[in-house]
């Protein structure tokens, strides 16, 4: 077991955690810190520089190793949600809605998210939105559910689309990621994800929509950025061409690992520091 602060220490400080209507309120003023999280020990790392601490389903892929989130599950987003709650107090924990769990009816998205904020804690839900989700949309928002959309690339459309491929970069598509973003504003989506769209079109959304748009491959004229952290901490050898990495974790993981593996080869570690040695009589 190593020397974690235990989660009661978090919870113990009762800071106030950011709203929904607070991310709302953010509309056209300091951006919006966004990451993503899926343990607790790297919530606890983020919480206190961020805004909102996004469990995303790219879990599956950054965590799980799965070559997309289409096979993510409702239980996984409960239980990273669950961890990613126990390492934070001050910022809003948004999780997201896997794929299959809210497309088939607007009772199955209500039950499904209900659920989430249920077991997890967790003060909102983020889906993906194409405009047939705007009712969706209205229908958990009319319930109490304080909901984030997701428009432009949408990842859980991979297979459809063969892939993940940016968006808005001609006129028909450009006039439909709108009409995606204005759908889920007027059904009362409290922030909008803007993901891998054409840096003019998130400026245009950004201004047609009352909701902050947060954005992740798309413009600093959003109301606020999201990275995938560990895109942003430089844990993988690829990357998309719009993540910036902060730092070589990577690198450094790299040559702590080949470190020790030296060391416990040559029985240079554990040494004297780290070993128990009987209490003298
Ligand atoms: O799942 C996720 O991490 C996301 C972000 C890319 C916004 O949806």
Redesign the pocket.
């Known amino acids: 077991m190593s020397a974690q602060t235990p989660p009661e220490s978090v919870t113990k400080t009762q800071q106030r955690r950011i709203t929904p209507p607070d991310v709302r309120a953010r509309k056209g003023a300091e951006p919006l810190v966004c990451l993503?999280a899926y343990d607790a020990p790297t919530a606890r790392l983020l919480d206190p520089h961020c805004d909102v601490l996004?469990v995303?389903?790219?879990?599956g892929m950054v965590v799980h190793g799965l070559p997309n989130?289409i096979p993510v599950t409702l239980e996984m987003m409960v239980l990273h949600g669950q961890a990613v709650m126990r390492g934070s107090a001050r910022s809003l924990v948004v999780v997201?809605m896997p794929f299959g769990s809210y497309e088939t009816s607007r009772e199955q998205a209500f039950d499904n998210a209900a659920r989430i904020l249920r077991e997890t804690g967790a003060q909102a839900v983020?889906l993906e939105s194409g405009v047939y989700i705007a009712e969706t949309i209205r229908f958990l928002a009319e319930r109490g559910v304080p909901v984030m959309a997701?428009v432009g690339l949408r990842?859980q459309a991979a297979l459809a689309e063969g892939g993940f491929k940016a968006k808005g970069r001609d006129e028909a598509e450009r006039a439909r990621v709108l009409a995606e973003a204005r759908a889920a504003d007027e059904a009362g989506a409290f922030a909008i994800?803007v993901?891998g769209v054409a840096e003019e079109l998130a400026g245009e959304i950004t201004q047609a929509v009352k909701a902050p748009t947060i954005g992740?491959g798309a413009s600093a004229s959003c109301d606020g950025q999201?990275l995938?952290t560990p895109d942003m901490l430089g844990l993988f050898d690829w990357t998309p061409r719009f993540v910036k990495r902060y730092a070589d974790l990577k690198g450094l993981t790299e040559e702590a690992v080949k470190a020790y593996a030296e060391e416990v080869r040559a029985r240079r570690f554990p040494g004297p520091d780290e070993v128990y040695r009987i209490k003298s009589r």
Do not use: M, Q, R
């Open positions: 993503t996004l995303g389903d790219s879990v989130t997201d983020k997701h990842p994800v993901e992740i999201i995938v």
